[in-house]
């Protein structure tokens, strides 16, 4: 018999215990019980539980001789509570492919800090995400401690080798260049070739909205303001692990937002508009509905990720223009704006970081520039 209980901390913060009854000792004739406490949910105690009895019916000693593998199946069942549907997906995937045949065969508490940083610096040089895979492993490492499978993490104690320092192309078009890719764009979709105007309307959004691909695919209808010219950000579309597409909450809290969107581009969502309308009807679907979504393919479904990036490929390929990623052209957007004289606030709500250093950061050389122009635009200001 076990209860569970959740009791608060000496720093506010809340936890669970679980105390089991283990039966009468023989030598003493009192009653036997076990206590453990410090667990983030009912469901970790449970499982913490459900260890120890098992070890404890067996005679042995609570040091849960368990592979990587079998704990990593255990964790799952706690983390999938605690993530975005898309967040779990993804740790399964880098799992599978590399956490796994890493450490997957070997005992938890067998498991050294040496033999991880091994696996560390391997994974520093070959892979360029070696920090996230060194991070979730380590997650699930410190999921055992917290079971008190073992005393300490060893992932936790390797050394994090130095990023390699390789020269980064521009990930963002000036003025120039992004008036020539929407020229290519146009072109593209004038082919005899059956190419449809959402492409347009998908990389007008992108470039002059500066949203997250994920955010510009989870658009509907009932998201767009007509009389106001506005655009309501508040949800983003993602893959869960069987890949199947998933509407879910924004990256952050303040991702949720709404911006304005110039003339032009509200007259481009008109005009897809009406043509949306008569496609889907063209293929037996009605999409006169606030909740239809602004992109889809001939289903009426939201468009799948991958389908976008080919978009880019072929236009880069066909034109051939600068490489840029699809999300290039949200630091083209803000760029762009910083160059145009908005100020780091405007650009932080536009782009919906969590703060004006994130935008600092990520566009410092944009500011450096604008404060070595300061000097000269006072200067010319007020020179008489």
Known sequence: MATFKQYTKKDGTTAWQYQAYLGIDEATGKRKATTHRGFR???????????????????????????????????????????????????????????????????VNKITVVQCQKIVNEWHSKYKSFRYMRAITGKVLQFAVQMELIATNPMQNTFLPRKKTVEKAQNFYDKAQLQHFFKCVDDYIKRPIKTDMKMLVFFRLLAFTGMRKSEVLALQWQDLNIFKNELTISKTLATDEN?????????????????????????????????????????GFNANSPRQFILTNTKNQPLYPTQVNRWLLVVLRDYDLPKITLHGFRHTHATLLLEGGASIKEVQERLGHNNVATTMNIYAHVVQERREESGEKFAKYVNF
């Open 41 to 107: 949910t009912k469901k970790e105690a449970q499982i913490s539980l459900n260890l120890f009895l098992a070890d404890y019916e067996r005679g042995t000693t609570p040091t849960h001789d368990m592979t990587f593998a079998e704990l990593y199946e255990l964790f799952l069942e706690s983390y999938k509570l605690q993530v975005k549907v898309s967040t779990y997906a993804n740790t399964k995937r880098m799992m599978t492919n590399y956490g796994l045949p890493a450490l997957g065969k070997y005992l």
């Open 243 to 283: 890949y199947d597409v998933v509407i879910q909450s924004p990256k952050t809290a303040s991702s949720t937002r709404t911006i304005s969107i110039d003339p032009e581009t509200m007259r481009i969502l008109r005009r897809w508009r009406t043509k949306q309308l008569e496609d889907m009807l063209y293929y």
